[in-house]
């Protein structure tokens, strides 16, 4: 199978009138389908629970986007085994069969696009630009991983002995659990589902209750593609009750988890223990959090330092890993910097409801998040000086302003917790070498950027600014399949790479065969 190089996909333009009118038709037919009820998918099977739950709409709380079941422990104990009998006959199919299954995938993607950007639209709270990436990058994971499934699923090149034959493969390991987040519900969630099945591996997803209508749109289109049943495998429910089952489950191989630093060490502490039946140990493959710094120079571009800053802090309202929190400034230049990024927050960002297509700025995901988002707000009042924002927005929905925090000690607790919403520190630094010792004093490191025009220090800055993805003279989101692999250091997880052509490797393991030649 030959396929060409791979190329991201290009985003839509919304500025152009037909897709305008395209995306709010798709934001009409899904609308129409808000408020139905999905059930599990394990193997073959349909399954409803007693218990149910919702996902709402975070711009429109009222609204349910979705009720979905609450697994038991016994279903957990179903999707295992179906999973594990589905992987004894997909672990055998060659790769280039795999390969053809999620460039169908793919393909199906692509036709869907508007439609999945407007489900996240209603149940992330995604401008139509932010969702429309979200989908772009999904299918940029399919493209990217089938090539690179392709790439590794031949024997690999060894040192050549004249007395023997040798060869390399990558085989499956077996049955992973996949846990997504919900603030890139359908990119992370694809990438890392899509990494387990393309090398061999059958998937159990269990999605964030935040955001399990993509996850079951995800679902779907992996049966509309042709995988077999069991293959991928969907159950919902709490962390608590299903969650923690999975991962402690003896017949699970591996698990591949983005999220919080909290629930990621406790994954990571039960995946290390070996309960009875369990002949190997867990892989666990970990994205979590960041408390991302943009290092401002004084020989640097402060317009573009101030727009730069802005789209990190306060693209899809903070609640990315990989969003500035920490604005590190130095001295010379902080005063004149932090007006213009004021004007900068004031003349980019336009709040309200997503679903209006000119809004870039909307709520963020529930409820629970808005009350830790305000405290953090109201502590970070009173170890810095409040610059704009800093209070919920009066419209229904879980809305809050852009909030810059000035003057912000670098030990704060604002310039330390991640906070995962749009709070923004300011922290003044004297010189150029205390900003990277202030950029590097958090126990993340995911991603972090730098404006400067000193060819010099962006040099240092690349040796010493400790983070797995660093960005010179641009923002610190936004990382793209194949160019951007991405992942952290220290707290911020395994440094997995997603994206990147080592990242598929994590889903296999290594088996060499030797035969000795006869003469």
């Not at 499934?149 to 690999?156: W, Y």
């Not at 220090?457 to 993805?469: I, M, P, Q, T």
């Amino acid at each position: 199978m030959q396929l060409t190089e791979f190329r991201n996909q290009a985003l839509i333009d919304f500025s152009s009138e037909e897709n305008r009118r395209a995306m709010e038709s798709a934001l009409v037919r899904v609308r129409g389908q808000l408020g139905m009820e999905y059930d599990l998918v394990i193997g073959d099977e349909r399954v409803r629970c007693e218990r149910k739950f919702e996902s709402k709409n975070p711009s429109r709380p009222s609204e349910v986007v979705g009720v979905f079941q609450k697994a038991t422990a016994a279903l957990v104990q179903k999707a295992v085994a179906g999973a594990e009998a589905a992987f004894n006959t997909w672990s055998q199919r060659s790769a280039e069969e795999r390969v053809a299954l999620l460039l169908g995938l793919s393909k199906i993607m692509q036709e869907r696009r508007l439609e999945l950007a407007a489900w996240m639209v209603f149940e992330v709270g995604k401008s139509w630009t932010e969702a429309d990436a979200d989908v772009a990058e999904a299918i940029d994971f399919c493209e990217f991983y089938a090539r690179e499934a392709l790439r590794i699923g031949v024997p690999q090149e060894l040192t050549p002995l004249d007395s023997e034959e040798n060869y390399l493969y990558y085989v499956p390991l077996g049955v992973g659990l996949i846990i997504p987040p919900w603030n890139f519900p359908l990119a992370i969630l694809t990438g890392m589902t899509t990494a387990a099945v393309v090398t061999g591996n059958t998937a159990i997803v269990k999605p964030s209750s935040d955001a399990p209508t993509i996850a079951a749109k995800l679902v779907e289109m992996v049966e509309q593609a042709g995988f077999p049943p069991g293959v991928v495998n969907f159950l919902t429910g709490s962390g608590s009750e299903v969650g923690d089952v999975l991962v402690s489950h003896p017949r699970v191989r591996f698990i591949a988890f983005t999220g919080s630093r909290e629930v990621g060490l406790r994954i990571n502490e039960l995946a290390a223990k070996v309960p009875p039946g369990q002949v190997w140990i867990k892989r666990a493959i970990l994205e979590m959090g960041g408390k991302d710094a943009i290092v401002v120079d004084t020989e640097s571009n402060l317009d573009e330092a101030a727009a730069g800053v802005v789209a990190s802090a306060f693209g899809f309202q903070g609640q990315k890993c990989s969003a500035c929190s920490r604005a590190i400034v130095l001295e010379p230049v902080y005063d004149d910097f932090l007006h213009k990024l004021r004007q900068a927050t004031e003349k980019l960002i336009k709040e309200g409801d997503v679903e209006n297509g000119k809004v870039n700025f909307g709520p963020v995901i529930n409820d629970r998040a808005c009350e830790s988002i305000l405290e953090y707000i109201q502590t970070g009042q009173q170890e810095g000086r409040l610059i704009t924002g800093g209070s919920r927005a009066p419209r229904d929905g879980y809305f809050i302003r852009p909030t810059i925090i000035a003057d912000v000690d670098s030990k704060a607790r604002i310039a330390q917790e991640e906070i995962f919403g749009p709070v923004l520190a300011v922290i003044k630094a004297k010189d150029y070498e205390e900003a990277l010792q202030i950029a590097n004093d958090t126990q993340y490191g995911l991603t972090g950027a730098v404006y400067t025009d000193n060819e010099d220090k962006l040099v240092e800055a690349s040796r010493r600014f400790h983070v797995g993805n660093l960005y010179l003279n641009r923002k610190c989101t936004g990382a793209l399949v194949g160019a951007h692999p991405f992942g952290g250091f220290n707290m911020s997880g395994t440094d997995s790479k997603a994206g990147g052509k080592d990242y598929l490797l994590l889903f296999t393991q290594a088996k060499v065969v030797s035969r000795k030649l006869r003469r």
